[in-house]
């Protein structure tokens, strides 16, 4: 390949991307919200549909089989893959399983089976106890990748590969392309993208000019929420005028990805969202209990923790195992059964998701909240709960409506796949 898939789509970004946002946009209308002269502009689409990446007839759309990108979540309790396509969608349930089918791909032992009930192709296992096990895992889905790629050299029905990108939970140095601290595994502290994966898969990976890239789980969820917003089909379409967003991932632990402005908020090292590890006041109804334990930084009332402890009454590790139809399942028999503990513990993860997003609509004015993770699995009944502010600064209740996730759990390794299509610690942003 003469020019790479990667740089082309990487060198026209932003006009790619504004037809990502808007398909069937004018061309005038697109020249002003990219900023190009008109003339340059109608050069640059003519040289993207030569290439196949855009068709312009009956009107400006991508052509989302152009390529795809692979993206890998890894959480506390569970790791999950999809494909997204290049129009930044995650491919359907039906492609991905032919795609599997057909090639012989992530057909290992290790990926869970179980009945898929999203619209969306993907595949899970349970996040390893150690890392040599997670790092087996990982090179014999990357491999498998790596025969995708291969094929579609000679099988053009099949899109290429362009990259992959891996999201994980805690501290990620996305300019250094390391895991500092991955929050609820502890075997992941300072290591390295090539210590991650090896010599012999990153040389594979270099020879095809597959790019790869590690990032924040928090960051990847915002950014895939911020693009889905703009798809038609999405529930939540009605909100991707928004430019102040918090995404919260409510999971084994709890993150917040960030967009300000229209542009994804990092901080000086890519460590912000640390919300979970932010030490809140204890509930006063849950004062006098005993947690035993400290968060896994070392404080003793962080929010999750104490989230973990008084609403779900269980010790980390415990709650790292459960899955969301099981704390469903658990909520709603204590409903059935302990009508009064049911309201206490409602009352309680009201007050604290209340905290949480009192704190960040105070600090930095979003105006939209979306959920996802696990703990989201019975949101629907705690919505009345979340009380955001007893004070008269309510600006919550003014204009910050609070949402679930068009793509729930599998979020952080949609916007993986996403972020993987742009250089390591690139800023991302919309400019529609
Ligand atoms: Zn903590």
Known sequence: ????????????????????????????????????????????????????????????RINRERFYMCGISVGGSHCKLTITDAN??????????????????????????????????????????ERTQLEIFLKKIIKDIIKLYDISIEEESLPSVISIGIAFTGSIDSEKQVIVRSHNLDYMKNVSREMLLGPEILNALKQRKIEFVIDHNAKAMAVCEKFSLYHIDNINYNYFSKKNIACFYLGSGIGCGLILNNRLIRGCHNYSGELGHIQVPRYIECKDDDMGEVCTCGAKECLEHLIIHDVFKMKRKEFRKITSEKIRQDIFELKKNDEEEYNKRMRTLGYYIGWAVDTITKLLNVGLIIFSGKMTCFIEEAWPYIKPTYSELNYTLLDCPMILSNYGSLAPSVGAAILSAYPAHELIEWKI
Not at 40 to 47: M, N
Not at 93 to 114: G, P, S, T, W
């Open 1 to 60: 390949m003469d020019e790479r898939l990667f740089n082309i789509n990487s060198d026209n970004r932003d006009i790619l991307n504004a037809i990502r946002c808007k398909p069937g946009i004018e061309k005038t209308v697109l020249a002003k919200e990219v900023n190009v002269a008109f003339k340059t502009l109608v050069k640059q689409l003519e040289y993207l549909e030569e290439k196949k990446f855009i068709n312009t007839e009956p009107s400006l």
């Open 88 to 129: 930044y969608n995650a491919i359907s349930k039906e492609k991905f399983v032919n795609l599997c089918e057909k090639y012989n791909v992530f057909q290992q032992d290790f990926f869970m089976k179980k009945n898929n009930i999203t619209p969306y192709g993907y595949k899970y296992f349970e996040t390893p106890e």
